[in-house]
């Protein structure tokens, strides 16, 4: 599912992750915000998700939702300073994903 997430993301898809089951909706604001984070750190192309990359990601419990740091890597450098921010909820006895922001944590 993340992986999906980070794929629409690289693409620059006009709705994020649209197409993939279990992604709520992503307003235009937060699609503009990873978007414009990812242009911000300097011109680069996302990635696929190596299985490196849960290595080092981490999940907070929340009380009930979960709030997922997932790193992000670029063709250019690989692992990059980027990562992906999701909640993750549980909704009739199925986990719905939540995309929150890209940043530099």
Excluded: H
């Excluded at 235009?28 to 490196?52: H, I, N, T």
């Excluded at 990059?80 to 940043?103: K, N």
């Amino acid at each position: 599912m993340l992986s999906q997430i980070v794929a629409s993301l690289a693409r620059e898809d006009a709705v994020l992750a649209r197409d993939v089951q279990g992604v709520d909706p992503v307003s235009d604001d937060v699609r503009q915000q990873c978007l414009e984070a990812v242009e911000d750190y300097g011109r680069v192309d996302l990635g696929v998700l190596p299985s490196d990359t849960w290595e080092t990601s981490v999940a907070i419990s929340q009380g009930g939702s979960w709030s997922c740091l997932v790193d992000l890597w670029t063709t250019q450098e690989g692992r990059s300073d980027l990562a992906l921010q999701v909640l993750v909820r549980e909704s009739e006895g199925q986990y719905r994903f939540v995309p929150v922001m890209v940043y530099v944590p």
